[in-house]
């Protein structure tokens, strides 16, 4: 009997581990078997680049349906905020990654390249910067196969030369975000630490190819760049891949809080979040003529010309989303460490997670309305071409459907959860008893706040000066 009541007891405590979920477990660490769905994406990918230049014409919707309509919406911004970084546990690059560093140079990496906001100025610079300028680029074929072929060969060079897959860790467009985000989930992988303490030679840090120690990760309170390959779990079976409460990494102290983390929360926010409510969302209200971006790129294109297919008021919401987002943060912080007479730096680094939430679990608004109205049938009708299947599918909504409106409840489940992120990791500092704390906490919290409102306002230019569905068309 007493036995029993404590295996009940010790059950109740002990966090689900998804490994033990029977069919889960088996596939999870079975390392064949994920190969073999990395390979099948593989191929999708180096099929839709080949048609991308087989067929550059827009008639092509399988080369952009498969990136823009798949991989970007999906498994980003849905995974991301549930299951973690597992896009990179299927990532077909991830998996090229780790067999050129196997049988590659294996030589070591310049420090001064070691720094994980390369890749995400790779990204705003390629990526978000054209979207915002050039706003028909990627809506055509070519240009997107270019640049998956460009990353593709990129990402086999490094790891060819370089060694612990350092391509996952610095270069990859989409490495820090997944790093930074990788909080916001629900899952934590971890290890049984009984088994490690009697453990002398940690197969799991043997078996990771990116040198990681997962048996740290919980005292670290970081999964570092963990990639979520499964390596470590199927060298040890004390491996474990945990359910946890939503985003508790960001309720407890980061032992060694790394600057780029809160850096890639800020720039994101400002290039992604911001930007696309400035630029695609008040932008496509009545109010459009009245908003300076607006107004300031009209002036600029009167004085320049600019040619067709450049969109400079979409450059100019772009300077001004980043701009805000510096503002909000940098300036907030620097009032606050006045405030509460205390190291802007520490602040900076020790409550800036609290705006993890923001850009995550806020772009799920964006990407449910779109998935009804553009990515299903983009990416369903682009296989069917691809594959030959003679499948059309319609919308399931059209976006001017007011129902689809409900989806921006995640814009302020975002900006609530992160006001009181800020609260929890102020007071986890002691910060809450300072006779001031009211009025620093207003200051760190700007850039949520200025979210929150940002949003408010975008809803109430939608149903005061509703749309004229013209031009825009977006990722
Ligand atoms: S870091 Fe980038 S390349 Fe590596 S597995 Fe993740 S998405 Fe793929
Ligand atoms: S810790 Fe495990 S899952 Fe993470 S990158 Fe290393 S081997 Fe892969």
Not at 65 to 88: E, H, K, Q, Y
Not at 228 to 254: D, P, Q, T
Not at 288 to 303: A, M, N, Q, R, V
Request: charged share 15%.
């Amino acid at each position: 009997m007493q036995e029993v009541r404590v295996e009940l007891k010790d059950f109740r405590k002990e966090r689900r581990n998804i490994f033990d979920i029977p069919a889960a477990g088996s596939i999870l660490r079975n390392i064949n078997f994920l190969n073999g769905v990395r390979l099948f994406l593989l191929f999708l990918v180096i099929y839709a680049i080949v048609y991308g230049f087989i067929n550059p014409t827009k008639e092509n919707l399988f080369t952009t349906g498969l990136f823009w309509g798949l991989f970007w919406p999906f498994f980003m911004i849905i995974t991301l905020p549930t299951v973690g970084r597992f896009f990179c546990t299927v990532c077909p690059h991830g998996f090229l990654v780790r067999f050129f560093t196997k049988i590659g140079l294996n030589k070591n990496l310049p420090v001064k390249l070691k720094n994980p906001l390369i890749g995400l100025f790779v990204l705003i610079l390629v990526y978000w910067f054209v979207v915002y300028t050039f706003p028909s680029v990627y809506n055509n074929p070519l240009p997107t196969a270019l640049l998956f072929l460009g990353f593709t060969i990129l990402a086999i060079t490094v790891s060819f030369v370089f060694r612990n897959g350092v391509y996952c860790k610095y270069f990859c467009p989409i490495g820090s975000i997944c790093t930074s985000f990788n909080r916001v989930g629900f899952t934590w992988l971890s290890t049984n630490h009984e088994d490690c303490l009697k453990c002398k030679k940690p197969d799991c840090a043997i078996a990771c190819p990116y040198k990681f120690n997962p048996s740290k990760f919980d005292s670290k309170n970081s999964m570092e760049e963990c990639t979520l390959c499964m390596e470590c779990a199927n060298a040890c079976s004390s491996v474990r891949w945990e359910i946890r409460k939503w985003g508790h990494s960001l309720y407890e102290k980061i032992p060694k809080p790394q600057s780029f983390e809160v850096w890639t929360y800020i720039l994101i926010i400002g290039v992604i979040t911001i930007t696309m409510k400035f630029h695609h969302g008040l932008s496509r209200t009545g109010l459009s003529d009245s908003l300076p971006w607006t107004i300031i790129g009209k002036y600029l294109d009167s004085i320049f010309h600019f040619p067709k297919g450049v969109d400079i008021v979409g450059f100019v919401a772009l300077l001004m989303g980043i701009g805000s987002a510096l503002l909000f943060s940098a300036v907030g912080f620097y009032i606050a460490s006045k405030i509460l007479n205390t190291d802007y730096t520490n602040l900076f680094n020790n409550i800036g997670y609290a705006f993890a939430p923001i850009m995550i679990v806020g772009g799920l608004s964006h990407a449910l309305s779109f998935f009804f109205f553009d990515y299903y049938p983009h990416f369903v009708n682009g296989i069917s071409q691809a594959f030959f299947l003679n499948i059309t599918v319609e919308p399931l909504a059209s976006r001017s459907d007011p129902w689809l409106r409900v989806f921006t409840i995640f814009n302020y489940i975002a900006g609530f959860w992160s006001l009181y992120l800020v609260h929890k990791r102020m007071s986890l500092f002691g910060f809450n008893l300072h006779p001031k704390y009211k009025l620093a906490f207003l200051f760190v919290s700007a850039l949520p706040i200025f979210y929150i409102l940002l949003s408010v306002f975008q809803q109430y230019a939608f149903m005061a000066y509703p749309p004229t569905f013209h031009h825009h068309h977006h990722h």
